[in-house]
T-cell receptor, first 114, second 114 residues
Framework: EDQVTQSPEALRLQEGESSSLNCSYT??????LFWYRQDPGKGPEFLFT???AGEEKEKERLKATLTKKESFLHITAPKPEDSATYLC???????????????FGPGTRLSVLP | GAVVSQHPSWVICKSGTSVKIECRSL??????MFWYRQFPKQSLMLMAT?????????EQGVEKDKFLINHASLTLSTLTVTSAHPEDSSFYIC??????????FGPGTRLTVL
């Protein structure tokens, strides 16, 4: 069964204190790994798609990396506006059903204190 | 500006009634849209893929007769929760994909079934 876990469940950082969020997955063939941020009561905001081990993508203070078993979202010098829940999801490429085979992780709640 | 809109943003209904949620693509003709559900303090779950001009594709465990999806045009997909019950109370979100897998999410619709 395809599974996605995220750690830590919650993280509090001081403004400027860099850190990393982890997304570990087990999937029967990876089509893609996705990162999103979500503010309370709102729809998610897409951040990155990673397709193969070794791939990296950056956007402002965020950098996502991918290995065969996990992905990291590195946050460099975070600001209070980076506070949100960060979700990752994987899409499996091998399946015996007709759906998209998208599995979301439980998320990491990030709080950045001024 | 917003790329995807949803209407209504929230709805309260009595048990046994049906509720229709609209998802509109504002600046892009989307042949495919996606519907998700998110229970309080939980992660997202992909429910189905809405295909313009053809039947929706449902993920495993999602009742197609319960959650009716219609993609009548390239800019509008609707999700109807039929005979809603309290356990259907949730945050329903749609999304579309543009340009190299960039996903745009709607703001979400909060459904409360009494």
């Amino acid at each position: 069964e395809d599974q996605v876990t995220q750690s830590p469940e919650a993280l509090r950082l001081q403004e400027g204190e860099s850190s990393s969020l982890n997304c570990s997955y087990t999937v029967s063939g990876l089509r893609g790994l996705f990162w999103y941020r979500q503010d309370p009561g709102k729809g998610p905001e897409f951040l990155f798609t990673l397709y193969s081990a070794g791939e990296e993508k950056e956007k402002e203070r965020l950098k996502a990396t991918l290995t065969k078993k996990e992905s990291f979202l590195h946050i460099t010098a975070p600001k209070p506006e980076d506070s949100a829940t960060y979700l990752c999801a994987v899409q499996a490429s091998e399946t015996d059903n007709y759906g998209q085979n998208f599995v979301f992780g439980p998320g990491t709640r990030l709080s950045v204190l001024p | 500006g917003a790329v995807v809109s949803q209407h209504p943003s929230w709805v309260i209904c009595k048990s046994g009634t049906s509720v229709k949620i609209e998802c509109r693509s504002l600046d892009f003709q989307a042949t495919t849209m996606f519907w998700y559900r998110q229970f309080p303090k939980q992660s997202l779950m992909l429910m189905a893929t809405s295909n313009e001009g053809s039947k929706a594709t449902y993920e495993q465990g999602v009742e197609k007769d319960k959650f009716l999806i219609n993609h009548a045009s390239l800019t509008l997909s609707t999700l109807t929760v039929t005979s809603a019950h309290p356990e259907d109370s949730s945050f329903y979100i749609c999304s579309q994909t543009q340009r190299e897998d960039t996903q745009y999410f709607g703001p979400g619709t909060r459904l409360t079934v009494l």
